[in-house]
Nanobody, 124 residues
Framework: VQLQASGGGLVQAGGSLRLSCVAS????????MAWYRQAPGKQRELVAR???????NYADSVKDRFTISRDSAKNTVYLQMNSLKPEDTGDYYC???????????????????WGQGTLVTVSS
């Protein structure tokens, strides 16, 4: 299972960016998909998470500004980021958890995978 993130870039404060992350490979299903970020000199933190039934969770710092969504048919998760602030700067990583294929296409072993980071830089 591989996750490929894209969409980062340089934006002025108050601007918007949309990140995408596509999961590929052989797997039965993906349950939870999430976005994390890591600012320079800081630990990686959860930004937003979405379950396979659409339950969303957000870090307090991004509530009402960021929106996570997923297209299960495309195995893709998105992060729409509006009203960006300089403190949103960092490497953004997608994360996906689910099940590999078992016997008879039943759910097999569980997995958790990370995509590579995509850099978001917000200038003041």
């Amino acid at each position: 299972v591989q996750l490929q993130a894209s969409g980062g870039g340089l934006v002025q404060a108050g601007g918007s960016l949309r990140l995408s992350c596509v999961a590929s490979g052989s797997f039965h299903s993906i349950t939870t998909m999430a976005w994390y970020r890591q600012a320079p000199g800081k630990q990686r933190e959860l930004v937003a998470r979405i379950s396979n039934v659409g339950v969303e969770n957000y870090a307090d710092s991004v509530k009402d500004r960021f929106t996570i969504s997923r297209d299960s048919a495309k195995n893709t998760v998105y992060l729409q980021m509006n009203s960006l602030k300089p403190e949103d700067t960092g490497d953004y990583y997608c994360n996906g958890g689910g099940f590999l294929v078992g016997k008879g296409w039943s759910p097999g072993r569980s997995f958790i995978e990370w995509g590579q980071g995509t850099l978001v830089t917000v200038s003041s």
